[in-house]
């Protein structure tokens, strides 16, 4: 380990000055190749370096980065995670790569690193908006219009969390001392709107994690955003949900049972829609945002947990940190591994054996964590086992209905990957894979011999049921989903696409809508003749003299 | 006598005698109107930055001539003060060289470039005040500078504008005028002095009082833009973009601003306005204008109109910072004082470089516009996001501030606003972005200049640029020593804490 908390300062330095590098011409070439390479400093830190804090003098207020255990884990997964976007990115678009991207890139493998290390709330917030608009204008890169409509979406969540989380740190910062976590967090329990301030909590930071109710960005985005940037996709999901969770709620300091178990409904709530939403779902990468909703619904459930019985948080802190991070990765994985093989003759192949290792390790982390709460929460313990056997029921359910429809993608064709991304690909796949078996050794030492014999009878049963639903033949494979809590679904979608669409060309409808006087914005037109009365003073005057009386009023009144 | 004395009327008189220099001066000197225009504004730095440093070290610098029998002209050079000075200055040399590039070759420069001048020593005039009584001579003298840039043009409408604009002004400064007379009369000073010089009144003058501070907030309600009494503002986008950089940044509303914020604090006392009941109100209407010129920012195809609403909007947020009544709230309102100037004048600059360069004028014409100009868009983004108050950009320090300042007063309800407001400004400055960033390249421009391999003149470019940085580095940068904040947080200091 090296003690030198200054080396933090290249991890963000280092991806900024590229980005400089490759706007400006006389770089442009050497920095466009060192790119993909940006997050290796941050990786080597994340290996090397020691506990500690860098005070960032001048910047924001007092600001300073924080490197601990849980910013270590997540900074890890963002560096992997960052650099498999990069070396992807480079495999799949050659000399086409364009500049624009890149310096989005940049910024948004930045703001990621930022989350991990941020110590204080401003820093955060800085960071969650520098890697959300970085990552949104990655996305919108890609031409077509179904992308653009996803990442519009999210952006419109992303932009409303974001103002949400605002208010709500101004509501913390008014009980803290300074805008650090560990105030925040005190400020958190000293404050007497546990309900509004925790519901806020839940919406800023649920919308980037996929929460029920604001998960509809998830599926799209997930299913039309290019195979490089999944891993980005993921890293920044984890690093702006988890970490705030971690870094801002005093999380075994308060005892709250009340939300506690609502919460834990509310969990189950959510295993059970992402059971509907991802039997229904065809699409292999939208079965892996439904994963994530599951990851998120078990999230909630230990939080529950935790707000029942705070002790929990002693012996649970690490391990879950872990477990997240392991998610991460193997979710990432799985994002990039499902675009290698279309057909039957892959599953021969090595891919087979690194896809099944993925899900046992997806399905391992939350299991592992159910030592902790074997005597103090049966609730929670049937939630993460449930969670957990859900997550390999749709996972393997999804490759056994690909198996059976394998015969007839084979013969239509379809894209074929060069050579070169496609190795490039595969060693990321298994890469990702290895290092998500790394971070699941401490926890799977935790196992006991119970866990593992339930373990391999939960293994057992789920391939039996995924193997049984490959006679459902699905009646049109090319549809996303269906049914009628599907159309629910669509619906609140579709609302939403309609949201994104009013962006882009709000102002010739509105000026329609105007003309048609059918609007409520009909209102607002008349406000430009009210404007022009009021370029005669005779009526400012008359204004003022109303205002005068108001003050007046409220002056009596006052005494 | 020391040097002391006159620094504040030398920093007056930098921008004046150019200016004076300037009118006389034929259209074909450009070489040396270019010199007299950049030497008064770097002459006027140094000046400024000197008073920076000695009022930090604790000096004092005061100008007093004697005007009328027991009344002064007073120039001093406070916090508050040296705050909008600093503004101006920096501001102005930025102006004044994205000026140049954008009046190239067009009539009447001598003209435009002395009224300009004009325009900025008023305004430091404003800032440099010591009693109601300067700062109403200044207020007026700004006044009249500005009306010949807004009419610059000389068509139709611009001198429709400068006619509304003369109404609008000529009518707040009498208000002002009134309110000021009042005063005199019933307490005998004008002196500008921390925490107010009308504590110790008797309280059977309270309605009088009331009234006078309607008319004087009312007067300064004009320059600020404050609803109802905005409509001169849009009117006014009608002026070559330098101008409109200059109203909507360094002088006009912000010498409205500015004037609430002296009469709130060094005429009536922060805490004196409160117990009078008369901030609560202010709150009231600075919310209400944050909410509307927002929503009708929303609803403008053309680019400057939507930016004129939004100033509307953002410099109401220095009048709520003020009528909230709190050191929070305060270090908040003033220190947006100097962030929507620099994020404002960041927008009009690259507004200014779509006309100048493509033609564009409409929001609707700005697709694809990105990747034909990235630098002026690029700077245009910082901008926007600052005025979203997205981290890290200025803007949002500013509303950090406002909202715990609003929270710790016990004004809750600010939040919505904030909230609101945060919003609306997401939703009118979002899709300029995504059509500038996102949509395809139109095949031609509505009237296209090429400027050889760059995107457009560099007096037009590096202006937004520096500005952008400026922003940006004010709402990174906020724990430096002479940052803004810090500069606030003294102020603050002086209002609330010291004896």
Request: with cysteine; proline share 4%; hydrophobic share 55%.
């Amino acid at each position: 380990m090296i003690d030198a908390p200054f080396l933090l300062s290249i991890i963000i330095i280092m991806p900024l000055l590229l980005a400089v590098g490759v706007v400006v011409s006389v770089t442009q070439r050497v920095a466009i190749k060192i790119a993909p390479w940006a997050a290796l400093p941050a990786l080597l830190a994340g290996l090397l370096l020691d506990d500690g804090k860098l005070q960032l003098p001048g910047m924001l207020i007092n600001s300073y980065l924080l490197f601990d255990h849980t910013g270590r884990l997540f900074l890890l997964m963002s560096a992997i995670l960052w650099l498999a976007t990069g070396l992807l990115h480079q495999a799949h678009s050659g000399a086409l790569y364009a500049q624009q991207k890149i310096v989005f890139k940049l910024l948004a493998m930045t703001g990621c690193f930022f989350m991990s290390l941020a110590g204080d709330v401003l820093m955060f917030m800085t960071a969650t908006t520098l890697t959300g608009y970085s990552l949104y204008g990655l996305l919108a890169q890609e031409k077509n219009t179904t992308t653009r409509e996803a990442v519009n979406v999210m952006l419109v969540v992303l932009v409303v969390s974001d103002i949400v989380l605002f208010e709500l740190l101004q509501l913390l910062g008014m009980h803290a001392v300074s805008v650090d976590f560990i105030a925040m967090r005190q400020a958190f329990v000293i404050t007497e709107q546990m309900n509004v301030q925790f519901g806020l909590l839940l919406f800023g930071l649920g919308a980037k994690i996929g929460l029920l109710g604001l998960h509809f960005w998830l599926i799209p985005v997930f299913i039309t955003s290019h195979l490089a940037l999944r891993p980005a996709l993921i890293s920044f999901v984890f690093s702006a949900g988890f970490i705030g969770w971690l870094r801002l709620f005093p999380l075994g300091e308060v005892h709250y049972p009340a939300i506690g178990e609502l919460l834990q409904w509310g969990a189950w709530l959510m295993l059970g829609y992402a059971l509907l939403l991802g039997v229904r779902q065809i699409h292999r990468r939208g079965v892996l945002a439904v994963l994530l909703m599951i990851v998120t619904a078990l999230w909630l459930s230990i939080v529950a947990a935790i707000l029942i019985q705070p002790e929990l948080w002693l012996s649970l802190n690490r391990n879950l940190v872990s477990a997240v991070t392991q998610m991460g990765l193997v979710l990432s994985a799985l994002m990039i591994g499902q675009g290698l093989h279309k057909h039957k003759p892959a599953w021969k192949h090595r891919y087979a054996l690194t896809l099944w290792l993925a899900i046992f390790l997806l399905t391992v982390a939350p299991i592992s964590l159910v030592s902790h709460f074997v005597s103090v929460n049966s609730l929670t313990v049937a939630s993460l086992w449930i969670g957990a056997g859900l997550m390999m029921f749709i996972l393997w359910r999804t490759h056994f209905m690909l198996l059976a429809a394998a015969e007839a993608s084979s013969k239509s064709g379809g894209h074929k990957m060069r050579h070169t991304d496609s190795s490039v690909t595969h060693y990321l796949f298994s890469g990702l894979v290895l290092v998500g078996l790394m971070t699941a050794v401490p926890n799977l030492k935790m196992l006991s011999m119970f866990t593992v014999f339930s373990l391999f009878l939960l293994l057992g049963s789920m391939l039996v049921l995924a193997w049984l639903t490959r006679f459902y033949k699905p009646t049109e494979p090319s549809q996303l989903m269906s049914g009628f809590i599907m159309q629910q679904f669509k619906q609140g979608r579709s609302m939403i696409m309609e949201m994104t669409q009013y962006l882009d060309i709000y102002s010739n409808r509105l000026q329609k809508s105007i003309k048609k006087r059918f609007s409520p914005i009909f209102v607002l037109s008349h406000f430009s003749r009210y404007e022009r009365s009021l370029n005669r003073w005779s009526v400012a005057l008359i204004i003022m003299v109303l205002i005068g009386l108001l003050v007046s009023v409220q002056g009596l009144l006052n005494q | 006598m020391n040097w002391h004395t006159w620094i504040p009327l030398f920093v007056v008189v930098s921008s004046l005698l150019p200016g004076l220099i300037i009118f006389g001066l034929p259209e074909e000197r450009v070489g040396l109107r270019t010199i007299l225009n950049l030497t008064g504004a770097v002459i006027k730095l140094l000046l400024v930055s000197w008073m920076i440093w000695g009022v930090y070290q604790g000096d004092h610098f005061e100008t007093r001539v004697a005007l009328l029998p027991d009344l002064d002209l007073v120039l001093r050079a406070g916090p508050l003060a040296l705050f909008f000075v600093a503004l101006s200055t920096i501001l102005w040399l930025v102006t004044t060289i994205y000026a140049i590039g954008y009046l190239e070759g067009s009539p009447n420069r001598s003209r435009f470039f002395g009224f300009f001048s004009l325009c900025v020593t008023a305004t430091v005039g404003v800032a440099l005040a010591g009693n109601l009584i300067t700062f109403l001579l200044f207020y007026e003298l700004l006044t009249l500078a500005t009306y010949p840039l807004i009419v610059h043009r000389g068509t139709d409408t611009a001198r429709r504008a400068g006619q509304t604009y003369l109404r609008y002004t000529i009518f707040g400064g009498a208000l002002i005028l009134l309110g000021t007379v009042w005063l005199y009369q019933l307490t005998g000073t004008l002196e500008f002095t921390p925490r107010g010089f009308l504590t110790h009144i008797d309280p059977q003058h309270y309605p009088a009082l009331k009234i006078i501070f309607v008319l004087l907030i009312a007067g300064l309600g004009v320059k600020a833009a404050l609803f109802p009494l905005h409509g001169w503002l849009p009117q006014a986008m009608v002026a070559p973009a330098p101008v409109s950089a200059l109203l909507h940044a360094v002088a006009v509303v912000k010498a409205g601003a500015f004037g609430i914020v002296r009469v709130v604090y060094d005429v009536f006392g922060v805490e004196f306005s409160a117990d009078l009941g008369v901030t609560t109100p202010l709150a009231w209407i600075a919310a209400f204008t944050i909410i509307y010129g927002s929503l009708r920012a929303l609803f403008q195809d053309d680019l400057k109109r939507r930016l004129a609403f939004s100033t509307v909007s953002q410099v109401s947020y220095i009048a709520l910072g003020v009528a909230i009544a709190g050191p929070i709230a305060t270090i908040g309102g003033v220190v947006h004082l100097v962030h929507q100037g620099l994020m404002k004048i960041t927008l009009f600059f690259c507004a200014g470089n779509l006309a100048e360069t493509l033609g564009i004028h409409k929001v609707s014409e700005m697709n694809g516009v990105g990747r034909r100009m990235p630098w002026t868009m690029a700077a245009f983004t910082v901008g926007a996001l600052g005025m979203i108050g997205a981290p890290p950009v200025a803007g949002f320090i500013s509303k950090w501030y406002l909202g715990v300042g609003a929270l710790e007063a016990g004004q809750d309800w600010v939040l919505l606003v904030l909230m609101g407001s945060s919003l609306l400004n997401c939703a009118y400055f979002l899709p300029i972005l995504y059509s500038a960033w996102f949509k395809p390249t139109p095949k031609s421009w509505p009237e296209e200049h090429h400027f050889g391999r760059q995107e457009t003149a560099w007096a037009l470019l590096l202006p937004p640029l520096i500005t952008a940085l400026m922003a940006l580095a004010a709402g990174l940068m906020t724990g430096l020593p002479f940052s803004p904040l810090e500069w606030a947080k003294i102020i603050a200091e002086r209002e609330f804490y010291q004896p």
